[in-house]
């Protein structure tokens, strides 16, 4: 692998104080429908009674219900790299870009169609010496209104561009209060929830549609070149697959349960594995771990922060 130089080129100053250009989209219910069907909705049964709204809206009904998580297609719909690029200072090799982690805040229910406007920030930058890590926060507001929607904060590892700083003070910066998104730690308890799904073996290309053309995971030979013996599921599609379980399961099916989301990426998932999510109530939070069962390995865990205690849990 080739040097990137950063230490030379890195300029962390620089990338933190770089001002993104407002950008602006709009999108419709068909997007709305074609990003719930990319993340499984209907999938096992296609006259599905809580989970029909989200594709479908009936004779009186004037629009589909949204997933909450569609709103993590906002920051790209512009764009498919966050404008990294463009950032100056930020010295990276694309092919060792990772998405760590995500996390959303939730501040209306989210409309079936809307003219959005969003403003990025950079919201930490950490210097980790074999990786930098660069969280970017996205915030979209309905643009007539002007009134806030959600808040997308990526985290972003970028392999082979850390050791900017010196090794005894480590560069660290964060433009947000640390107790925001908590640490997860699965509790050893039995789940108050265990919800199993199918994924098809289609379901990654169907998901791209809503925006993420990465060939990793369409063609079968980038796939190989990375590592993998096929092309893979994407993470935020996953993410979608763990939360609709959460709301099917324990929000009685009500998309405008949640407050936040938080998920953390550990490993990539194959279209047509079997995912079993499992939640366990603690207070306000959902907390949920989703394994891959064909692998019996954890691919994601995290956090929903919810706006009512399920009495029936």
């Not at 989200?54 to 993590?72: A, I, K, M, S």
């Not at 990294?84 to 501040?107: A, M, R, S």
């Not at 405008?256 to 998920?263: H, K, P, V």
Request: include cysteine; hydrophobic fraction near 35%; charged fraction near 20%.
């Amino acid at each position: 692998m080739a040097s990137l130089r950063v230490k030379a080129q890195f300029d962390p100053e620089l990338v933190i104080s770089h001002k993104f250009p407002e950008d602006s989209f709009s999108y419709n219910e068909r997007d709305a429908v074609i990003y719930a069907l990319g993340i499984g909705a209907c999938s096992g049964d296609a006259a599905d009674e809580k989970e029909l709204k989200y594709v479908y809206h009936r004779d009186g009904e004037e629009n589909v219900q949204v997933l909450p998580t569609f709103v993590v297609l906002f920051p790209f719909k512009t764009k498919s790299d966050l404008l990294l690029h463009d950032v100056p200072g930020l010295e990276f090799d694309p092919k060792l870009l990772l998405h760590g982690q995500q996390y959303i805040e939730i501040y209306k229910p989210i409309p079936s169609s809307c003219y959005v406007k969003n403003t990025t920030t950079v919201a930490g930058l950490h210097d980790k010496g074999k990786a930098t890590i660069i969280e970017l926060e996205t915030v979209s507001y309905a643009k007539k209104s002007g009134e806030a929607l959600c808040m997308n904060r990526s985290t972003i590892y970028l392999r082979g561009a850390g050791g900017f700083s010196k090794s005894s003070q480590p560069y660290s910066y964060a433009n947000y209060p640390s107790h925001q998104v908590s640490p997860v730690s699965v509790p050893k308890q039995k789940p108050s929830v265990i919800y199993e799904e199918q994924i098809q073996q289609s379901q990654a290309l169907l998901y791209r549609l809503s925006g993420d053309y990465n060939p990793l995971h369409s063609d079968p030979m980038v796939a190989r070149i990375a590592g993998f013996n096929r092309p893979i599921l994407h993470g935020l599609c996953t993410l979608g697959y763990a939360v609709r379980a959460i709301v099917r399961s324990i929000c009685d099916g009500d998309p405008t349960a949640l407050r936040s989301i938080f998920g953390r990426f550990l490993l990539h998932v194959y279209p047509g594995e079997s995912l079993i999510t499992e939640v366990w109530i603690d207070g306000s939070r959902a907390i949920f771990q989703t394994k891959v069962k064909e692998r019996n390995r954890a691919v994601l865990s995290g956090y929903v922060t919810l706006k009512n205690i399920p009495s029936s849990l």
